[in-house]
């Protein structure tokens, strides 16, 4: 398997693409590369339902959230990430008000909720590596063929 740098490759294929004027191919390969990690994406909702408390709607409320796949090409933090509003949780702990009582706030902890969501990403993320080496590849490809 090969191992994508996407602190330096990433960038280097964007800033061509761009210097070529060719955004629409940059545009696609975003797109791919979102598609390549929604696998993740779903294994995480999966993984919420499952892991986390049944009783009063967390899992339901957490895997019912938007998660985000936000793409950079550019910078010292170029890459793909994975980002949920409730990955709190994944320490195994939540503040709530008790019985909807938002003058009383307890913190709560659950054992087998800790690093749900860490442990769920990691388990996919192999897989959606080598999907989006196989998309930068197929990218630097064309970039070249194109003499970009």
Do not use: C
Request: charged fraction near 20%; glycine fraction near 10%.
């Amino acid at each position: 398997m090969r191992t994508v740098n996407a602190t330096t490759e990433l960038p280097l294929l964007a800033a061509r693409l761009k210097a070529a004027g060719a955004g629409g191919i940059k545009l696609q390969m975003v797109r791919a590369l979102r598609a390549a990690a929604k696998p993740v994406v779903d294994d995480l909702k999966v993984a919420a339902e499952a892991d986390l408390p049944k009783r009063g709607g967390l899992n339901m409320k957490v895997a019912g959230q938007p998660i985000k796949v936000s793409v950079r090409t550019t910078g010292a933090s170029a890459g793909v990430s994975v980002r949920a509003q409730y990955t709190k949780t994944n320490k195994g702990s939540w503040r709530h008000p008790v019985f909807g009582n938002t003058n009383v706030w307890v913190t709560q902890t659950y054992g087998p909720a800790k690093g749900w969501f860490d442990k769920t990403a990691e388990k996919g993320a192999p897989a959606a590596q080598v999907e989006m080496a196989a998309v930068l590849e197929l990218v630097a490809i064309g970039v070249n063929a194109r003499g970009f």
